[in-house]
């Protein structure tokens, strides 16, 4: 057993985020463990840039009000409680709608040569985003 203190909170940079996106580590595996996980706190209006997986990425929302959309423009709200599944290579982006904070826990795994798994694409449109608050 090990017990492992809180780490440092950090805000996320706009070349990922748009809006004030705060995240706390929770874990980073060990080898064989290959498990990452981060809780991540988003302020109303806030979201990510669209965004890849090698491996996918499980979201646990742990309050709030969210969306998570995908490229073939399947949206869906989510709310404290629900797990949304991302499949490997599913382009995404997840965020608070505009007059909510949202928080989740993002699970992922490094690829298996430990190399990080996620592609950083361009934002979402302020235009697509106000369109999913209307969904």
Request: glycine share 8%; aromatic share 6%.
């Amino acid at each position: 057993m090990e017990l492992q203190h809180p780490r440092p909170t950090v805000q996320m940079p706009s070349s990922m985020f748009v809006g004030d996106v705060w995240m706390t580590p929770v874990l980073n595996g060990t080898a064989p463990s290959r498990m990452n996980a981060a809780l991540v706190r988003f302020t109303p209006g806030a979201r990510t840039h669209w965004h890849r997986h090698d491996v996918g990425q499980t979201l646990h929302v742990s309050e709030g009000v969210g969306l998570v959309g995908t490229r073939d423009g399947s949206l869906v709200r989510v709310r404290a409680g629900d797990t949304v599944l991302c499949p490997p290579g599913e382009e995404h982006w997840h965020g608070a709608t505009a007059d909510t904070f949202m928080s989740h826990l993002a699970l992922y795994e490094t690829n298996p040569d430990g190399s990080d798994p996620t592609t950083w694409l361009e934002p979402l449109t302020d235009a697509d985003y106000d369109a999913a608050q209307q969904r």
